[in-house]
Nanobody, 125 residues
Framework: VQLQAFGGGLVQAGGSLRLSCAAS????????IGWFRQTPREEREFVAG????????YYADSVKGRFTISRDSAKNTVYLQMNTLNPEDTAVYYC???????????????????WGQGTEVTVSS
């Protein structure tokens, strides 16, 4: 599967953005999909994820209540709606997917073999 992430940009604190992760070459139906983010000083960290077949979603504590992961089967796309953004959310955001993610490792970037190219989100104060 090939992933393309897009939708990043510059937004003021308190604003919103919606990121998209579009898949090609395979259907998301058999995958667990995760959103991760990374800054130059930090390791890649988990943000949100979903197991497509089960419809389950899970979030990092830092974004719970502000970010929502959703999917569109017709478009084979996963979205990350980000509300109430703050400067600490500034990062490059990546989507990732894998068919063999187990629950205990679903928040680890090492559990995912397929990655999109990243889309940059900048939140100004």
């Amino acid at each position: 599967v090939q992933l393309q992430a897009f939708g990043g940009g510059l937004v003021q604190a308190g604003g919103s953005l919606r990121l998209s992760c579009a898949a090609s070459g395979d259907t998301f139906r058999r995958y667990t999909i995760g959103w991760f983010r990374q800054t130059p000083r930090e390791e890649r960290e988990f943000v949100a994820g979903t197991k497509w077949s089960a419809g389950t979603t899970y979030y990092a504590d830092s974004v719970k209540g502000r970010f929502t992961i959703s999917r569109d089967s017709a478009k084979n796309t996963v979205y990350l709606q980000m509300n109430t953004l703050n400067p600490e959310d500034t990062a490059v955001y990546y989507c990732a997917a894998d068919q063999n993610v187990i629950v205990s490792s679903r928040r680890s970037p090492r559990a995912y073999d397929y990655w999109g190219q990243g889309t940059e989100v900048t939140v100004s104060s």
